[in-house]
């Protein structure tokens, strides 16, 4: 096996370990989300009406009347990717905190394993809690979705780039800020209302609809509409999207991996000639 694959599984596994050390991960993984997307639910179906009798305008707009699918897989895919996109940063900062960080990067190793094992193993628990939360929901509230193995791989797979690719830019910025709680909730605010997570992108105004396109997410929540909806092409599904979604997430992969690691080497050498690298 060759040694990045080693490395990074080696990372990804003690991390995953140490997720499991408490007993309260339960709670994480499956309150929280569970708790935040039945909201949003109860929510739809008040707004829909009696019988979805209001369902009308939703449908011009977003291209489906399956309102509840809609939300979910939105809802579902928004605390996913921006979980994952968290983790990273999230890391460093108790590294940061516990002044292991510095010795940590000056290791032999590539930084970046370190840090792709950390966005593994996140991957794998997101994947797992998020994964049953969606399915437990779906059945709940008796929704009808068009899933296959080969659909359920191209929603876990394709987003992969994007996200750790951004996650590796928020790790940056902890490095350089230290206090990833602040920028992570001022970007995840901004992340909600430009990702298209319970209404299409096209509902934007003009200039928010432009500054979207840069961000992974509603690029691949588009995908996994498109996918999972019944009756809705991936072209409808990204209505507001400047690329077929397929096309655009696949270019914003591309440019977000390699922004990410010239971001991170960047704000690692202006930590290090301020004398903050290292320190919290």
């Known amino acids: 096996m060759p040694i990045a694959l080693r490395s990074i599984s080696a ?6 370990r140490s997720m499991l050390r408490y007993r309260t991960w339960p709670l994480s993984w ?57 983790y990273v940063g999230m890391q ?9 960080f510095e010795h940590t990067y000056l290791a032999t190793g590539n930084i970046f394993y370190l840090l792709a094992g950390y966005a ?30 080969l659909t359920a791989s191209l929603i876990i797979g394709l987003p992969g780039l994007a996200t750790f690719g951004f996650a590796l830019v928020f790790g940056g910025l902890v490095l350089w800020f230290k206090d990833a709680n602040s920028l992570a909730l001022l970007v995840q605010a901004f992340l909600l209302l430009l990702s298209g997570v319970v209404y299409p992108v096209s509902a934007l105004p003009v200039g928010l609809r432009l500054i979207a396109q840069i961000s992974p997410l509603p690029w691949a929540i588009a995908v996994a509409r498109g996918e ?21 997430l696949a270019i914003n992969g591309v440019f977000w991996l390699l922004a990410g690691m010239v971001m991170f080497r960047y704000f690692a050498r202006r930590a290090k000639s301020t004398g903050g690298f290292g320190t919290f």
């Open 11 to 16: 990372v990804a596994w003690q991390n995953f």
């Open 30 to 86: 499956f309150g929280f989300p569970l708790a935040m997307v039945i909201q949003f639910l109860l929510a739809t179906k008040l707004f829909a009406g009696p019988h979805g009798a209001e369902l009308s305008t939703f449908a011009s707009q977003a291209g489906t009347s399956y309102a509840l699918e809609y939300t979910l897989i939105g809802l579902i895919l928004y605390l996913w990717l921006t979980n994952s996109i968290w």
């Open 92 to 100: 460093l900062q108790d590294e940061l905190q516990v002044g292991t």
């Open 120 to 149: 593994l193993a996140n991957w794998i628990r997101n994947t797992v809690a998020l994964g049953i939360s969606f399915c437990l929901l779906a059945w709940g509230f008796g929704m009808q979705l068009e899933i296959t193995p």
């Open 228 to 248: 999972l909806v019944i009756g809705l092409d991936m072209l409808r599904a990204g209505e507001g999207l400047l690329l077929p979604p397929l096309t655009g």
